[in-house]
């Protein structure tokens, strides 16, 4: 079984930065995207960024600008430097490690970041 292990959330200020991690371990098959959900209170979940095994990035209209999506060496670990953050930054953040197969695509726990004066 594939574990995702995410860090990184907290309180921060607007205008202040935070840095996600996300480590994907156990995967017997290859993961093409790494990415990174979020889930705000009484919306539904979406996609802030994505990059694939490549280094191919995309982001979110709202985030573009402010965050940058990076991934390791190792393609298991993915990244996500926040910045200028903004209240409606605020949602639970989820990483996606996405093999391609549909019974192969993973999720975290999910981890709350709060930007709040």
């Known amino acids: 079984q594939v574990h995702i292990v995410e860090s990184g959330g907290g309180l921060v200020q607007p205008g202040g930065s935070l840095r996600l991690s996300c480590a994907a371990s156990?995967?017997?098959?290859?993961?093409?995207?790494m990415g990174w959900y979020r889930q705000a209170p009484g919306k539904q979940r979406e996609l802030v960024a994505v990059?694939?095994?490549?280094?191919?990035?995309n982001y979110a209209d709202s985030v573009k600008g402010r965050f940058t999506i990076s991934r390791g060496n190792d393609k298991n670990t993915v990244y996500l430097q926040m910045s200028s953050l903004e209240p409606e930054d605020t949602a639970v953040y989820y990483c996606?490690?996405?093999?391609?197969?549909?019974?192969?695509?993973?999720w975290g726990q999910g981890t709350q970041v709060t930007v709040s004066s």
């Open positions: 156990g995967s017997i098959f290859t993961i093409y995207t």
């Open positions: 996606n490690a996405d093999t391609r197969l549909a019974t192969r695509n993973y």
């Open positions: 990059i694939t095994i490549g280094g191919s990035a």
